[in-house]
Nanobody, 126 residues
């Protein structure tokens, strides 16, 4: 399984970016897809996840209302729409995948996921 994260870049505070996570060699059906981020010198943190079985998703309060995760099973792609970006959102963003038949996403830990993409850098700065 190969996951390709893309869409990162430099954006001013208050701006928006849309990240994509595309999977090759398997359909996203029966999987949970998560986004994590790692700022320089910090641990990798959970950002959001979605059950591709139902579309149900979860995001912590730190990004809720600003970030929206969505999935397109036909394109084998999961998106992370990020709005109202802040300098503290600066990080390398990673997508990850775990096989699951659950209708809900409850996978918030690094160890919950089996496959990882290479990461895409998001820099929020004026």
């Amino acid at each position: 399984v190969q996951l390709q994260a893309s869409g990162g870049g430099l954006v001013q505070p208050g701006g928006s970016l849309k990240l994509s996570c595309a999977a090759s060699s398997l359909p996203f059906a029966n999987y949970v897809v998560g986004w994590f981020r790692q700022a320089p010198g910090k641990e990798r943190d959970f950002v959001s996840c979605i059950s591709m079985n139902s579309g149900s998703n979860y995001s912590p309060d730190s990004v809720k209302g600003r970030f929206t995760i969505s999935g397109d099973s036909a394109k084998n792609t999961v998106y992370l729409q990020m709005n109202s970006l802040k300098p503290e959102d600066t990080a390398v963003y990673y997508c990850a995948l775990v096989k699951s038949f659950s209708l809900y996403c409850s996978s918030y830990e690094l160890g919950d996921y089996d496959f990882w993409g290479q990461g895409t850098l998001v820099t929020v700065s004026s």
